[in-house]
């Protein structure tokens, strides 16, 4: 298992980005629960991705908690950055 963590800022509503995380979530068969303050999420990308985030002001904070280890946490975050942040 491995582990990364990465911050994104964002300049949309946190509830704006919260539905819209939860969208793409849902639309991969993955699972979303959260608010506009914390939450969790697993999702099936070339295997199982999980984590965790927490958001502070127009930052989300997220944390890998597993992945597919031939994905690198880089590649999620630009993944992330590019459909959620601003």
């Known amino acids: ?41 697993t999702v099936q990308v070339l295997g199982s991705i999980a984590g965790s985030y927490t958001i502070s002001g127009q ?3 997220i944390e890998i908690s597993n992945k597919p280890m031939f994905i690198s946490c880089s590649q999620i975050e630009s993944f992330m950055k590019n459909q959620f942040g601003s």
């Open 1 to 41: 298992m491995s582990t990364c963590s990465f911050t994104i800022d964002f300049r949309i509503p946190p509830e704006l980005l919260i539905n819209k995380t939860r969208t793409a979530i849902d639309n991969q068969g993955g699972a979303f629960d959260g608010d506009i303050a914390s939450g969790t999420f």
């Open 59 to 61: 930052r989300m904070n």
